[in-house]
């Protein structure tokens, strides 16, 4: 309303400016000048539409009750809590592969050291990668625990934020942390990966034990074997040359 108001103001301000040739009014305004004038009325009217705040209302005091206010923080809570609960999840899904791949990579290591075992050259090759190998699984067992043990108090986390949230009348919410927590153990249980790899990295480390000591003992038996043809060529040598002196 103010604004058409103000436009017809706006109208009569200029009514009068109207210059008289033969007896009929003509108007001094092109019609660029209307343009502006239009294009003056649509930003004030832009201005008063900005200007129109939607008003924030007040909370209403009589609601804000002890009860209410608890089962909102323990609403809060059990979000936070969930939150934690998630990202410590992945992180420990995601330390247990990194975990497994470092142990079956060094098993792998292993097992084709037992292959070259007499090559001096590749042999010292393959030592080398193993030590840097058997450093990445203690680096990413070291990771795995650390975040172990952060799952277990995550754990307690969410019990007890659940248990605080059904308590405070928030029962929903209780619920949902609980499922939440049953749904994260059963998504760690399942992860397996880095079982399976310290299985076989035993079970290669036990053969590999077996075959360098059977490796060890025919070396052995080589280096006497050389040692012993070494001795007979030494004697023969000297029994062909003491009958070759009494025959002079």
Same mark, same amino acid.
């Given at each position: 309303m103010?604004?058409?108001?103000?436009?017809? @103001?706006? $109208?009569? !301000?200029?009514?009068?400016?109207?210059?008289?040739? =033969?007896?009929?009014?003509i108007?001094?305004?092109? &019609?660029r000048?209307k343009?502006?004038? /239009?294009? /003056? =009325?649509?930003?004030?009217? *832009?201005?008063?539409? /900005?200007?129109?705040?939607?008003? !924030? $209302?007040?909370?209403?005091?009589?609601?804000?009750?002890?009860?209410?206010? +608890?089962?909102?923080?323990?609403?809060?809570?059990v979000?936070?809590?969930?939150?934690? #609960?998630?990202?410590?999840?992945?992180?420990?899904?995601?330390?247990?592969?990194?975990?497994?791949?470092?142990?079956?990579?060094?098993?792998?290591?292993?097992?084709? &050291?037992?292959? +070259?075992? @007499? %090559?001096e050259?590749?042999?010292? &090759?393959?030592?080398? !990668?193993?030590?840097?190998?058997?450093?990445l699984?203690?680096?990413?067992?070291?990771?795995? %625990?650390? #975040?172990?043990?952060?799952?277990?108090?995550?754990?307690?986390?969410m019990?007890?934020? *659940?248990?605080?949230?059904?308590l405070?009348?928030?029962?929903?919410?209780? +619920?949902?942390?609980?499922?939440?927590?049953h749904?994260?153990?059963?998504?760690?249980?399942?992860m397996?990966?880095?079982?399976?790899a310290r299985?076989?990295?035993?079970? +290669?480390?036990?053969?590999?034990? %077996?075959?360098?000591?059977?490796?060890?003992?025919?070396?052995? &038996?080589?280096?006497?074997?050389?040692?012993?043809?070494?001795?007979?060529? @030494?004697? %023969?040598?000297?029994? /062909?040359?003491?009958?070759?002196?009494?025959?002079?």
């Amino acid at each position: 309303m103010a604004y058409f108001n103000w436009i017809s @103001g706006f $109208q009569k !301000l200029f009514a009068s400016k109207f210059k008289f040739h =033969g007896g009929r009014k003509i108007s001094i305004f092109t &019609r660029r000048h209307k343009f502006c004038i /239009v294009n /003056v =009325g649509a930003m004030a009217a *832009a201005v008063a539409v /900005v200007q129109e705040k939607p008003k !924030l $209302q007040m909370p209403d005091p009589s609601k804000l009750s002890t009860e209410y206010l +608890i089962k909102s923080a323990s609403m809060a809570t059990v979000d936070s809590a969930s939150a934690l #609960l998630t990202q410590t999840t992945v992180a420990f899904v995601q330390a247990e592969k990194e975990y497994a791949q470092a142990l079956f990579a060094l098993a792998v290591l292993i097992e084709y &050291r037992l292959k +070259i075992l @007499g %090559d001096e050259t590749e042999e010292s &090759r393959i030592w080398s !990668l193993i030590i840097e190998a058997r450093a990445l699984v203690s680096q990413a067992k070291l990771k795995k %625990d650390n #975040l172990e043990l952060l799952m277990s108090i995550v754990k307690n986390l969410m019990t007890s934020a *659940a248990e605080a949230a059904y308590l405070s009348g928030a029962e929903y919410a209780g +619920i949902s942390a609980g499922e939440r927590l049953h749904s994260a153990e059963r998504h760690v249980a399942a992860m397996s990966e880095s079982e399976a790899a310290r299985a076989k990295l035993q079970e +290669i480390e036990v053969r590999s034990i %077996d075959v360098e000591t059977k490796h060890a003992e025919n070396k052995e &038996r080589q280096k006497k074997k050389k040692e012993n043809d070494s001795e007979h060529a @030494g004697s %023969d040598s000297k029994t /062909v040359h003491s009958e070759s002196e009494k025959g002079t």
